[in-house]
């Protein structure tokens, strides 16, 4: 069994006003298991928010999520960017989040060799491009 934990990438993301921020999760295999690696990162300046893995892909998953971002956000909640999955408004309403649905193309998050990358680029038309 996989347990359910938060990955800290770096001690202290600062609370701050925030604009956009993006949620994406992706499914990996660890250890044999399928799991799914959740982040947030906010857009404008491209920090990485929160990280999560968990067992499923749920409302629920996405609510314990959005509690550890709305604690990373000051002022006024940033409208999130997310890529359509049936599990996100529920949770995104539930915080009050503004949401919208994009194209996060391909790999908007990408897990390789043991590393984590995002590489999304937000121009407002509904797509969210990759640099290459």
């Not at 295999?29 to 499923?56: H, Q």
């Not at 995002?118 to 640099?131: A, N």
Request: aromatic fraction near 10%; charged fraction near 30%.
């Amino acid at each position: 069994m996989v347990p359910e934990r938060q990955i800290p990438l770096r001690a202290g993301v600062p609370l701050r006003e925030r604009k956009r921020i993006a949620i994406d999760e992706k499914e990996i295999d660890i250890n044999g298991k399928k799991v799914y690696l959740w982040t947030v990162v906010d857009v404008d300046n491209e920090e990485v928010i929160a990280v999560m893995v968990t067992r499923w892909r749920c409302s629920l998953d996405t609510l314990r999520l959005l509690g550890r971002v709305v604690r990373k956000c000051a002022g006024k909640l940033p409208r999130v960017l997310i890529d359509g999955g049936d599990w996100y408004p529920w949770a995104l309403q539930r915080y009050g989040f503004r949401y919208t649905v994009v194209h996060f193309g391909p790999h908007g998050l990408q897990w390789n060799d043991g590393s984590l990358r995002w590489t999304g680029e937000y121009d407002g038309s509904g797509r969210l491009s990759l640099r290459r």
